[in-house]
């Protein structure tokens, strides 16, 4: 009876060993992909989202240095915690497709010496909702608006359009 209490201990204390030598190894790996996002990427993303870089050129959006996703509203850390990632590697991931990610620039420089910041023009003329952005002031609807303005070929209308959509639900 005594021996056999023994033995069930001592091999207990052999899983739990293992359990922690295991734990070790895999904080260990985790460790050094953590100094480089592309390996995370090609390991664990690559799959599904293909190359991060034209992933993160048709889909995200760096609004105020933040990510935002194309649809996705929301807190991008929070969702990245959910989707694959472990907490201490999500900072790296994001800046990977921060770096390759839409932003404002363009908004700045061909929209801004009339508009502003692409921020301000949102807060102050326009009614951005899920899908559909209306001016304030004149309840005209900007997707069918910006073809007639400036100048805009449909597909620079439809990119300014995603652009105010973002701006406008990152708030
Ligand atoms: C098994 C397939 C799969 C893998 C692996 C995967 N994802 Fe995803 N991911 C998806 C799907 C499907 C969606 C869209 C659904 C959603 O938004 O919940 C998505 C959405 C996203 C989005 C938001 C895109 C948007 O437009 O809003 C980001 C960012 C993202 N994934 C990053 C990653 C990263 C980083 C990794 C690797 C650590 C990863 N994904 C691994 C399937 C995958
Ligand atoms: C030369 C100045 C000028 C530039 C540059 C300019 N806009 Fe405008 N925009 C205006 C004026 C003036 C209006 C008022 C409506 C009108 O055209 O009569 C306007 C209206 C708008 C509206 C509708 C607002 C509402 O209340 O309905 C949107 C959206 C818009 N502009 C987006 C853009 C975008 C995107 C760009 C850059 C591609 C841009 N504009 C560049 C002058 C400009």
């Known amino acids: 009876m005594k021996r056999m209490t023994i033995s069930v201990k001592s091999g207990l204390m052999r899983a739990a060993a293992a359990a922690i030598a295991s734990l070790l190894w895999v904080s260990s790996a985790s460790a050094e992909s953590d100094v480089d996002p592309k390996a995370i990427w090609e390991r664990r993303c690559d799959q599904c989202h293909g190359d991060a870089a034209e992933f993160a050129h048709k889909r995200l959006w ?24 472990r907490v201490h590697e999500i900072e790296s991931v994001i800046q990977l497709l921060l ?15 009339c508009h502003g910041s692409a921020s301000e023009f949102v807060e102050k003329s ?13 309840g ?6 910006l073809l007639t303005h400036q100048d805009l070929s449909p597909e620079d209308a439809s990119f300014f359009f995603d652009l105010l959509l973002h701006v406008g639900n990152a708030r």
Do not use: K, P, Y
């Open 140 to 145: 005209s609807d900007v997707a069918e608006f």
């Open 99 to 113: 770096a390759s990610s839409n932003s404002t620039a363009r908004f700045d420089a061909e929209c801004g010496s």
């Open 62 to 85: 760096n609004i105020d240095g933040q990510l935002h996703g194309s649809r996705h509203a929301g807190d991008m850390h929070r969702f990245l915690g959910n989707h694959h990632l």
């Open 126 to 138: 326009l009614w951005v909702r899920r899908d559909s952005i209306s001016g304030l002031g004149t």
